[in-house]
Structures are given as structure tokens and as C-alpha cells.
């Protein structure tokens, strides 16, 4: 029997997925001044959701997930999806506030349209698109020219942004690239064998840089369990199943409730703050998100009628 998706249920799993996303840098920040190295947490995280994806997949008695393509296509995303995205995510949030990085993160949809357009014939920038990518690039420079990192100690705007537009660059290509073989391998499969051996690598990387991962904090590992759990294997599992039942305008909903979830939860439960290069680099950033959403959906719906 089908599950019936109603308005009612699409909220629920909208404000899930946005909550999702929008506390996994608080754990990440939390577990980082709990004395986790930034390397380890991206480790851990990846680690516990590849676990979870693979409990799915062992559950639901699926076979033959995993042959060539998804080989190939899982080793590819392993590196520009897990690996070189989380390592540089993690670096950021280590010097500044989760809703700088969550701003920064909020032009994946921009950079993936940038991408897009030299990798995908079908898929070229127009004037509207090239305006919010503009919009969005503005927001970049503001949020990290004017200084301002969120945080009180330790905060390095410059480091965080570079950072953070570099794990965005990482995850458009990743999100083109996989576009490009679309139909061609099982989701579930690439998703867990890119988890798997980008978690291997980044316990590579972690052990290098932090150490061994050894007389963590109770607190710390439970930041680990929530940003691998919570933060990236439940949401991710039902934006999947979301994009698959719903037009284009409820899934664009997420990309501004993300920013505005860390933000409130970064000031509410870490005492992070709104300074005045965050609110200006944030507006010009969300705004460019939103002339990007905007084109996209007229455009989807020009070819639905």
C-alpha cells in the first residue's frame, strides 16, 4: 500500500529536513569545542550515516544495489561529495558561527546552475540565474570583507569563507556530475558506497591531522551520532523521497528554512551572534537563492503545460 502524501505530511518532512540540516553544524560546532578535531567530526559523521544507509539497505533486503556504475559513480562522489566538501565544512565551522557557514552553503543551488552550464548542454544560465548568481557572489564578499565570523573567540571570517565556498564548489560539481548519469545506477547504492569510502578517507585525514579519536567527551560523541544521524542520513534519506513526490516549489521551501534554523538555533543554544556583515552577506546571499528558485520554477512549469 502507497503512502498518501498530503500538504500536512510534505510540512512535516519539510520542517524535518530543514531541522535536519539546519542543527547539523551546531552539533558540529558543539562537538568541536568539546576539543573533537574538525577533521574527526567530518569522520564520524560520515561514518555513523554510512552505517545507517547500509542497516537501510541490509532491512529493506535490497540486492544488487552495487555493480560498475555504482562503483565508479559512488568513488567519484566519495571525493567531491564526502570527502573534500565535509573536510572544508568542518574547518569553517571551526572559525566562524554556524549561520556564516550555513549562508555560505545556501549558494549550492547557484553554483551547481554555474556548473551546470559548462558541463550540461541542456543546462545554460540565463539572465535571471546569472543575476542571483551575482546577488549571491556580492553576499560571499560582504560576509567575508567586512569581518564578521558570528563568534566572539577565535573567529576567522577570511578562513571560513574560503572554507565554505569551497565545499560549496565541491558539492556542485558532485551534484552535476551526478546529474549527468542520472538513470543509469541505484541512488541508494551510489549513496552508500560514496559514505563508505568517503568516510574510510576522511578517518584517514582525521587520524593524520587530529590524532587518535580517543577520551572524547560523552557530549562530543553525541555531537558525532547527531550531525551522522540527524543531520545528514535522515534528511538526506527524505529529500530523496520528497523531490520524488512534489513539485520543485516545495523542495525550493528548505533552502531558505536551512539558513534560518542554524541562525535562530546558533544565537539560541551557542550565544553566536547576528553581526551586521552576517545580516548584510546573508540577505544578499538568500536573495540570490531566491531570483535562482524563482526562474526555476516558472521554468518547470512553462515545461509542465
Not at 210 to 230: E, M, Q, R
Not at 288 to 294: A, E, K, N, P
Request: proline share 4%.
Amino acid at each position: 500500500m502507497s503512502l498518501r502524501i498530503t500538504n500536512q505530511r510534505i510540512w512535516v518532512i519539510i520542517g524535518i529536513i530543514s531541522l535536519g540540516w539546519g542543527t547539523a553544524p551546531i552539533a558540529g560546532r558543539v562537538g568541536i569545542a568539546e576539543g573533537i578535531g574538525p577533521s574527526t567530526m567530518a569522520a564520524g559523521g560520515s561514518m555513523v550515516a554510512a552505517v545507517s544507509v547500509w542497516l537501510m539497505i541490509g532491512l529493506m533486503r535490497r540486492r544488487n544495489l552495487v555493480g560498475p556504475a555504482e562503483l565508479r559513480i559512488g568513488l567519484v562522489l566519495a571525493l567531491l561529495a564526502v570527502l573534500l566538501p565535509q573536510q572544508a565544512r568542518y574547518l569553517a565551522l571551526a572559525n566562524a558561527s554556524a549561520g556564516f557557514v550555513t549562508l555560505v552553503n545556501s549558494l549550492i543551488p547557484l553554483g551547481t546552475a554555474l556548473v551546470a552550464h559548462f558541463m550540461l548542454a541542456e543546462e545554460r544560465l540565463n539572465v535571471g540565474t546569472t543575476f542571483g548568481l551575482l546577488l549571491g557572489l556580492f553576499g560571499i564578499a560582504a560576509l567575508i570583507l567586512i569581518g564578521d565570523s558570528g563568534i566572539t573567540d577565535g573567529g576567522d571570517p577570511v578562513m571560513a569563507g574560503v572554507m565554505a565556498l569551497t565545499s560549496v564548489v565541491c558539492i556542485s560539481f558532485a551534484g552535476v556530475y551526478a546529474k549527468r548519469y542520472a538513470g543509469q545506477y541505484s541512488v541508494l547504492g551510489v549513496t552508500g558506497v560514496q559514505l563508505a569510502v568517503g568516510s574510510v578517507a576522511q578517518w584517514a585525514v582525521g587520524l593524520a591531522v587530529d590524532g587518535a579519536p580517543f577520551g572524547h567527551s560523552t557530549t562530543g560523541l553525541l555531537a558525532i551520532l547527531y550531525t551522522g544521524t540527524v543531520g545528514m542520513f535522515l534528511p538526506l534519506s527524505l529529500y530523496y523521497f520528497l523531490i520524488r513526490h512534489v513539485p520543485v516549489v516545495f523542495s525550493s521551501v528548505i533552502s531558505y528554512l536551512i539558513p534560518l534554523v542554524a541562525v535562530s538555533a546558533g544565537v539560541l543554544l551557542l550565544d553566536e551572534q547576528v553581526q551586521p556583515g552576517i545580516l548584510l552577506g546573508g540577505v544578499l546571499v538568500l536573495s540570490g537563492v531566491v531570483v535562482t528558485d524563482l526562474v526555476r520554477i516558472r521554468e518547470a512549469r512553462r515545461q509542465g503545460a
